[in-house]
């Protein structure tokens, strides 16, 4: 009976959500205490399961579709990591979201999008897994709708676009349950022909776009815009970098084995790269805090993508390593960025400025997961970048480059931004500011704390979460502890160091923080390419969009023309039919005596010479 | 015995009593529309009734009185799902009836053939014979005839003109292809022509003369532009006719011809795929463009019931099963959207939906209804859509057509576009039109048929079973 437990995580979230939305009374805070409770409770239970092994499947609609859960060491610690943050960020949502409007279904949709998630983790049956992931779209949309005026535009951008690559991951379920003829994840070995290869990259893009690698990226910058910010924090920052990562990894390990050096190992690491670079590019020239964020949110799943990409053990580790990571520090500097917003009025940099003072707490966190994500030792983004690069260095060394220039501008952007923003002249505006209150303070101080716990004392990740998930690939490898390869670390922290010099050198150059990295955006190649990304010319969406009306203009001059042949050319030739007999019809005797004289004797032919 | 009483009474119910309708309509209107309502419950709950038999695997056969050797109807597993989901579908739009055509002339004349047909639909489904099949069929059509030109304009007539001349001339080609199907198996009896053909395909000449009939009823390429011009029929006729009800005749005699009675030729299980494909392509493109709110709905079924016709022909177990289930769940969800788009209409008196915008403030219920079926028939789970379209794609793939299940793909991103740019024309954006939420009874039964799409999603597991269990037993009884 115990491996019923394994329904709580989707329930309990579930129940609370409906509940929340009927509550309408504004004043008591039920509302908030319902959601909290709810996250409490799964984290308790999500806690309580973390090192059980349940499952369990009960039939439901035929052909290989059950509902069957499973607990094993890789999703509980996704559903363990996910509890922990979601927790986090509702504990922040209270103060953030307290008085705006809506705010009954900001908490419905925060819970479905967790329930769904852990249903999503939990779920072994590849179609009670689409369910789950494909049913966070419409939790998506609404979320993203709420936001205010013009959100739906951007809502309507995400649905579209996950909602194709949704459609991808079915079409490589539909293929994998052709090839294999099971739909359980454990079950599932995609055989190594053209059409295994096939299924694998079709449920690879479902899994990347999830966490929010080109070319299903272009939604997660407007969402910056207009969602509500702990949607940012929670989702494009967390539970969908947990989800994509996870069903990315169990396709790579568990249901398709991919090869070192093969065709479709390179076709992931070029993703992976191009991802890097292209969105880390994007994030360096951004003027807003959360935008800013958001293109990082994209670059470094590139790092999540090239790590699993390899193949080898080593990046693997890296890549999940640094999914964990990644939401840790992502997930801190959203709501870092929601701090600055709710008590300054604005994200804008250009009108932010010397807030490290008045915020002095906000600040620090900032700093923690400003120099995890660049990758800074001793915290935790620089171990797994480093594990990343040791794999991407033994894949080719263009990988190794790709990650480290990303590492370059990574750092220089977050260089700009924290210049930007705390350091600076202070802004007589913000003469009177305050810091944030207690409540957002915890959940930011928290995943601070873990930043800098999971880089000193990195063998605690790896050790319980991570290497068990790769059990007898890991080849006895343990990659915990300080970095082995020393030219590596040589080489990160050089370019860490020319981060700096570049941002100093652009700073003394043009005397203002955000304008620091101008000589790149205005360099002679460059200035041309980021003009037509910032008219959209790139956006997968905008182009997609375009193709589609052709495609149906055509369609639609095509349906005409069907119909035209019909109303016109058919009633044509039937009122001409008709009216040539009639013309036939002239009412003369004579006439109609040379017709019946002509048929007669082709009567006559037909039973005579036939 | 009590058994086929009842398959008897869900057929002629209906039928008869549609007469006596128009004259209790004289009487009482309320007692009409009473009636009305209760004929065709009657036929949904007898339909369930007959439901546990069927699931194990009994036919239930009725013959001629006095000749026991002409079989009239009989009631398999297919026969009854179909006639649920009809009927269950039919009873919501009775409901919502009752106040939409309030505001019209010609009521009597409206129950009565809203009744008729449903009783025909009945006789057609649970048809044995395939003259008796073809007679129903065009039964269908007449009405059909009447009801698209139930306004009376002349334009309208024309219209109505158009859906009767296309879908008779591919009923009589049907009928040619019925009748060398009895050259070939000596007999029109369902049953025997079974026993008679076991195993050898049916000539190729017959099911081409009998695609014309299926396609032209079913809407498909290039047989399905009188679809979007029925639209001027009043909405719950174009949400039981063009959406729930008649289009799926067309699909269901496929169904019950070449899947559960007959052999197909190899080739047809990749060409009609292929039409099938073709025809959900280019009119999912003409509903991106189109700007009449019904037009557009239209052309979304013509596109939808391409899935359908997908599922049904690529001869796997997991296809066919999603084509049906795709009949229950298409059938709830655009019945939902014609209704809703019938209280926009109405209340508005607008169909292009470049003048409108905003309704979702006054019109919360019939924004959010639609907006629940649109998910479904999106295939967004967890609506009931989402199930019938992995269906049909796996059988797809399953049936060795990989290429044509990513053309419906293409068709299902196609969907999404299209339902949502009409969703945000009609009721996202400003204000144009400032009108009030459309009367109880109507927004009660679009609100229905939302919850009966999430439903549908939710305990899948139910019409799944049903719909797995059909296709099990028709097979078994072909091969």
């Given amino acids: 009976m115990m491996e019923y437990l394994l329904i709580l995580p989707i329930f309990i979230p579930l129940i609370a959500g409906l509940l929340a939305v009927v509550e309408i009374n504004h004043k008591n805070y039920i509302r908030e205490a319902i959601s909290l409770l709810a996250v409490a409770a799964n984290l308790i239970v999500t806690y309580a399961l973390f090192d059980k092994k349940y499952a369990f499947s009960i039939p439901w609609a035929g052909f ?44 419905l949709y925060f819970m479905l999008t967790l329930s769904f998630t852990n ?25 993203i709708a709420i936001g205010g005026k013009g959100s739906f535009k951007t809502a309507l951008k995400a649905f579209v676009i996950i909602g194709v690559s949704d459609l991808c991951l079915m079409f490589g379920i539909a293929l994998t349950y052709s090839l294999c003829g099971t739909l359980n994840m454990s079950e599932v070995t995609l055989p190594m022909t053209f059409m295994g290869g096939v299924a694998f990259i079709s449920l690879m893009l479902g899994a990347i776009s999830k966490a929010g690698s080109m070319p299903f990226h272009s939604w997660i910058p407007d969402a910056a815009n207009d969602a509500p910010l702990p949607f940012m924090a929670l989702i494009p920052a967390a539970l969908e970098k947990f989800l994509g990562i996870y069903f990315l990894s169990r396709i790579c390990l568990d249901m398709y084995k991919i090869e070192h050096g093969s065709p479709l190992s390179i076709t992931v690491m070029t993703i992976g790269a191009i991802t890097i670079l292209a969105a880390v590019m994007m994030a360096l020239i951004q003027k807003d805090y959360k935008k800013l964020l958001s293109y990082h949110a994209i670059s470094q799943v590139g790092y999540m993508v090239l790590g699993i990409g390899t193949a080898v053990p080593v990046g693997i580790v890296g890549g999940i390593f640094h999914m964990l990571n990644h939401v840790l520090y992502k997930s801190c500097l959203f709501l870092t960025g929601g701090s600055v917003e709710r008590q300054a009025g604005t994200t804008d940099l250009s009108k932010l400025g010397g807030l490290g ?46 990650a480290v220039c990303g590492s370059f501008l990574t750092a220089a952007s977050f260089l700009k931004l924290g210049h930007a923003a705390f350091l600076g002249k202070e802004q007589p505006v913000f003469s009177k500011l305050k810091e944030a209150p207690l409540l957002m303070l915890i959940p930011m101080l928290t995943l601070a704390g873990l930043c800098i716990l999971f880089g000193v004392y990195n063998p605690l990740p790896l050790h319980t979460l991570i290497q068990p998930i790769l059990g007898a690939r890991l080849e006895g490898h343990d990659f915990a502890g300080l970095p082995t390869n020393l030219f590596l670390v040589i080489a990160t922290v050089a370019v860490l160091a020319l981060a700096v010099i570049n941002h100093i050198w652009g700073y003394r150059r043009t005397g203002s923080a955000i304008k620091a990295v101008d000589h790149i955006h205005y360099a002679p190649l460059l200035h041309g390419l980021y003009d037509r990304a910032e008219r959209k010319f790139f956006d997968p969406y905008d182009v997609g969009l375009k193709l589609v009306n052709i495609l149906a203009l055509s369609a639609w001059r095509i349906d005409r023309a069907i119909d035209y042949f019909y109303t016109k050319i058919v009633v044509g030739f039937t009122q001409a039919a008709s009216g040539s007999i009639k013309a036939c019809h002239t009412g003369s005797h004579a006439t109609y005596i040379v017709w019946t004289v002509v048929g007669l004797s082709c009567m006559i032919y037909y039973v005579a010479f036939r | 015995m009590q058994n086929e009483l009842l398959v008897v009474v869900i057929v002629f119910l209906p039928i008869f009593g549609a007469f006596f309708l128009p004259l209790i309509g004289s009487a009482n209107e309320k007692m009409r529309n009473i009636f009305a309502l209760l004929m065709v419950v009657t036929a949904f709950l007898a339909s369930l009734m007959l439901l546990p038999e069927v699931m194990r695997g009994t036919v239930i056969s009725v013959s001629f009185p006095f000749i026991p050797a002409l079989g009239l109807f009989h009631a398999d597993l297919l026969a009854v799902f179909m006639a649920i989901v009809s009927s269950m579908v039919g009873s919501i739009i009775i409901l919502y009836s009752f106040e939409y055509i309030s505001h019209y002339e010609n009521r009597n004349e409206y129950y009565f053939m809203v009744v008729l047909f449903l009783g025909a639909m009945m006789g057609l489904v649970f048809s044995r014979n395939l003259l008796f099949l073809y007679l129903f069929w065009e039964i269908t059509a007449i009405v059909c005839w009447r009801l698209i030109g139930f306004f009376r304009e002349k334009k309208y007539v024309l219209m109505a ?6 879908t008779v001339f591919g009923a009589l080609m049907m009928l040619i292809g019925f009748l060398m199907i009895y050259e070939q198996a000596g007999s029109f009896d369902l049953g025997t022509i079974k026993e008679n053909m076991k195993g050898t395909p049916i000539s190729n000449v017959a099911v081409f003369f009998i695609l014309f009939g299926i396609f032209s009823k ?26 729930a009800v008649l289009v799926k005749i067309g699909v269901y005699v496929f169904a019950r011809l070449f899947v559960a009675t007959l052999v197909l030729d190899d080739i047809w299980h990749t060409l009609v795929p292929f039409i099938a494909a073709v025809s959900a392509l280019i009119t999912a493109g003409a509903a991106f463009i189109e700007t009449d709110i019904k037009r557009i709905i239209a052309y979304s079924t013509i596109s939808q019931l391409g899935f359908i016709l997908l599922g049904l022909s690529v001869n796997t177990e997991l296809g066919i099963a999603g084509g049906l289930l795709y009949i229950l769940m298409h059938g709830i969800a655009k019945g939902g959207l014609f209704l809703c788009a019938g209280i926009v209409e109405q209340k508005t008196k607008v169909k292009d939906i470049t003048q409108l915008g905003g309704l979702i403030t006054t019109m919360p219920i019939t924004a959010i209804s639609f907006l629940f079926c649109a998910f479904s028939v999106m295939g967004i789970p967890p609506f009931g859509g989402f199930f019938s379209k992995y269906m049909v794609v796996a059988g797809a793939v399953q049936g060795g057509h990989p290429i044509i299940a990513l053309v419906f793909l293409i068709g299902a991103i196609m969907t999404i576009l299209y339902l949502f740019r009409l969703f945000n024309l009609v009721f996202l954006g400003e204000l144009r039109l400032d009108r009030s939420e459309g009367s109880s009874v109507m927004t009660v039964s679009v609100f229905l048929l939302a919850i009966l799409s999430l439903a549908g999603g939710i305990f899948v597991s139910y019409p799944a079973e049903v719909a797995r269990t059909a296709v099990v037993q028709a097979l078994e009884l072909v091969k």
Avoid at chain 1, 119 to 143: D, H, K, R, S, T
Avoid at chain 2, 161 to 166: E, L
């Fill in chain 2, 218 to 243: 079913s809407a498909t390429l290039p047989l399905h532009t009188w679809l979007p011009d029925a639209g001027v029929a009043p909405s719950p006729v174009t949400a039981l006719l063009h959406a």
């Fill in chain 1, 64 to 107: 290989g579709m059950d509902i069957s859960l499973r607990i094993y060491h890789f999703s509980a610690f996704i559903l363990l990591a996910s509890a922990a943050v979601a927790a986090l960020i509702a504990l922040y949502s209270i103060m953030f979201m307290n008085g705006r409007e809506k705010n009954n279904y900001f908490y």
């Fill in chain 1, 357 to 402: 003072k008045k915020m002095p707490v906000t600040f620090g966190c900032f700093l923690v997961a400003a120099l995890s994500i660049s990758g800074v030792p001793p915290f935790n983004g620089f171990f797994s970048k480093e594990l990343v690069y040791d794999g991407a260095l033994e894949s080719g060394t263009v990988f190794y480059i790709a």
């Fill in chain 1, 119 to 143: 249903g999503a983790v939990l779920a072994e049956n590849l179609i009670l897994m689409l369910f789950f992931w494909e049913g966070l779209l419409a939790v998506l949309l609404g979320f």
């Fill in chain 2, 161 to 166: 003109d158009k859906a009767f001349i296309v």
